[in-house]
């Protein structure tokens, strides 16, 4: 029953995209589930595209450091873009802020206001950057996804041989 309310799709994709980039596949699945409960199509007031709800500026930062070739921002709802982008995307994330914690709460509230909060904690430790952390949104988005990356890896603890992150 569990794996109803936590299905696993584009396992293909998420092994291949997330898997090579040294990020947890299943901890995609968790943003995922988060931004777009796993509908490539939707579009949010923000003009948040896909599954992964990017933005026009990340979008375009990512398809440049990918070297996209005419990447457009409709592309964002094809799946195997969205994942592709979304798993480079969190890759610099964990190489900037090294935690799940902390990559999902730039995936969310900005890297810039990571940063602000990491100083303010003037710690490493997760708990004392989720501490610092201001905007509710964020704080209540991290602990969902975190949530979710917990069920996951309970589900499907042999999914992947390589657990990253």
């Known amino acids: 029953l569990a ?3 936590y299905p696993f799709p584009f396992r293909e994709l998420l092994a291949l995209d997330a898997a090579s980039r040294n990020v947890d596949p299943r ?8 931004e777009s409960r796993y509908n490539p199509s939707v579009k949010s007031a923000a003009a948040a595209r896909g599954m992964m709800q990017f933005i026009s500026q990340t979008a375009n930062q990512i398809a ?14 094809n799946p195997e873009i969205a994942i592709l982008m979304g798993s480079q995307y969190l890759q610099n994330l964990f190489v900037e802020f090294g935690s799940p914690e902390a990559a999902a709460a730039a995936y969310n509230g900005s890297e810039d206001s990571v940063r602000r909060w990491i100083s303010r904690a003037q710690d490493n430790d997760v708990e004392r950057m989720i501490i610092e952390i201001a905007k509710r949104e ?3 988005y991290v602990f ?14 042999n999914e992947f041989q390589k657990d990253s992150k």
């Open 3 to 5: 794996e109803v309310f």
């Open 27 to 34: 901890f995609v699945l968790s943003i995922i589930r988060q």
């Open 64 to 77: 440049d450091q990918l070297k996209l070739q005419g990447f457009g921002q409709n592309d964002l709802y």
């Open 138 to 140: 964020t704080k209540d």
């Open 144 to 157: 969902k996804v975190m949530n979710f990356y917990d069920s996951y890896l309970k589900l499907y603890p």
